[in-house]
């Protein structure tokens, strides 16, 4: 079984010293250790802003009994120091225990021994720093060379090679071996007092060759040409508009204004609009809502890698696999990790993340999206009187215990008598969860699907995902713009 050096520290005999020293005062313990090695390259109007290099080793004790959570952070791992931490989290976990209203027992797993390995064509390993540099330079002069109405540009690359453990008290063993990069564009463009901006990101699991496919090279044109025709660019009067949502925005409402609420955490804590819904009907008969984080996806957007937002097992040994939330119009599941699924007495499903091994491991989404229907985009729009056709998201608000939300919209067009009109900007749109989700009055069919990926912050943590979904168009969404 293929393990890091660095990691083989915890063999048998460590085990079995923490399965000796827990003398069972505790129900539960798992392990998480981690060496990873990366590459940050940030430039910010063609000049280097960061370009650094990093390897770090950590590793995170977390023990449970009746409630109560210990969870001790180290990154020195000799065995002594292990050892003693060790205790240090079962003593944690007493001391929680004690405090704690919430009684309850871990639910019981059966024991995964595995290892898991990500392939690459290109390994980052064999890249040198020198091409990695150069290659944020050439996206760095694309976007200041497209127009002199732009003003200022930011590029990121950010990879990543991780040798992680996990182990817990079922008797778990498993090793993964992952590569991660992401490449992110921002541009500014001035006129007139006016300043727009364009943003695009490429991300996934695999190598060098994630930034040699089509989107990722073409990846700071688009950001520039956007931020340059927005300029242009005039706001809408507010008011009530059919709104048609491009697969991005799609798969942000997907995520942000409903996704955050099927968090089972949230649900426990009485911050959910979909407290007590499993069984009801809360969408309209089309919608089917699912979160599949698993590998494997990739192919099917002829990608040479896996999705930003895929994963072996979830951080507390759980495997990947295809949640449905809701299936024709029906709430289905909630997203549960180990303590939410052992609180509510059903299975986990795979969605406990963490930020890293020496974070504690919440709720979070993987990949969510709509699945598609019948309709041609063209349809859509042809079947659209007074409408907006909005695409991908700039910033929002979502408030999962009420439902509200507010997105503001990168690039809009207004579509009038079924033709798609001129282009605007600083479209909002705001509504509530459930409304909306009754509100969809056509849905886009396999070949408008599409997805984005990103990062999504909870609790102080920032995690790769992806949502995303067909065309689909809403009637009556409350829009604003700065008229």
């Not at 396999?446 to 949502?467: A, I, P, T």
């Amino acid at each position: 079984m293929e393990i890091a050096e660095e990691l083989k520290i915890f063999d048998k005999d460590l085990i079995n010293n923490f399965i000796r020293y827990s003398n069972n005062d505790i129900d539960y313990w798992d392990i998480r250790a981690g060496l990873n090695i990366g590459t940050l390259i940030e430039f910010t109007n063609q000049k280097s802003k960061e370009v650094s290099s990093y390897e770090n080793i950590e590793c995170s004790i977390r023990t449970f009994i009746n409630g109560g959570w210990g969870f001790y952070v180290l990154k020195d791992l000799n065995r002594k120091a292990l050892l003693d931490g060790y205790l240090k989290a079962i003593k944690l976990a007493k001391m929680s225990e004690s405090l704690t209203k919430n009684k309850f027992r871990i639910i019981e797993r059966d024991p995964l021994i595995k290892h898991f390995k990500a392939g690459s064509k290109k390994k980052l390993e064999n890249i040198d720093i020198e091409e990695k540099i150069n290659l944020v330079k050439f996206h760095e002069k694309i976007a200041s060379d497209y127009s002199d109405k732009v003003k200022n540009t930011r590029t990121v690359y950010v990879d990543g090679l991780s040798n992680l453990l996990f182990i817990n008290s079922s008797g778990s063993y498993i090793t993964q071996k992952l590569d991660l990069l992401r490449l992110f564009s921002v541009v500014y463009a001035q006129e007139e007092g006016i300043i727009q901006k364009g943003s695009n990101s490429v991300g996934g699991i695999g190598g060098y060759e994630i930034v040699e496919t089509e989107k990722a090279q073409n990846l700071s044109l688009k950001s520039a040409s956007e931020a340059v025709d927005l300029l242009k660019a005039k706001s809408p009067i507010g008011g009530k508009f059919d709104v048609i949502m491009d697969p991005k925005l799609t798969g942000t409402f997907v995520h942000e204004a409903f996704g955050h609420a099927c968090e089972a955490d949230l649900v426990l804590s009485k911050e959910s609009i979909l407290e007590g819904k499993i069984g009801e009907k809360v969408a309209k008969d089309q919608i089917t809502i699912v979160d599949n984080p698993t590998f494997g996806q990739g192919k099917k957007y002829n990608l040479p890698y896996e999705l930003y937002g895929s994963y072996f097992i979830d951080d507390e040994g759980i495997p990947s696999k295809k949640t449905i939330i809701i299936e024709k119009g029906i709430f289905k599941n909630y997203l549960h990790n180990l303590e939410t699924a052992s609180r509510m007495e059903v299975d986990p499903n795979g969605h406990g993340r963490a930020q890293s091994s020496t974070s504690k491991p919440q709720v979070r989404m993987g990949f969510t999206y709509l699945e598609p229907q019948d309709w041609d985009l063209e349809e859509i729009i042809k079947d659209t009187r007074k409408g907006i056709l909005c695409e991908d998201f700039q910033y929002g608000y979502t408030d999962p215990t009420t439902g509200n939300f507010q997105f503001k919209c990168k690039i809009s067009y207004k579509i009038e008598n079924g033709e798609k009109k001129q282009m605007m900007r600083d479209v909002s749109l705001s509504g509530l969860t459930l409304e909306v989700l009754n509100r969809i009055t056509a849905i886009g069919n396999s070949n408008s699907f599409s997805y984005s990926d990103g990062l999504c912050g909870k609790g102080g943590q920032s995690l790769r995902v992806c949502d995303g979904g067909p065309y689909i168009r809403i009637a009556d969404v409350n829009v604003g713009g700065l008229n």
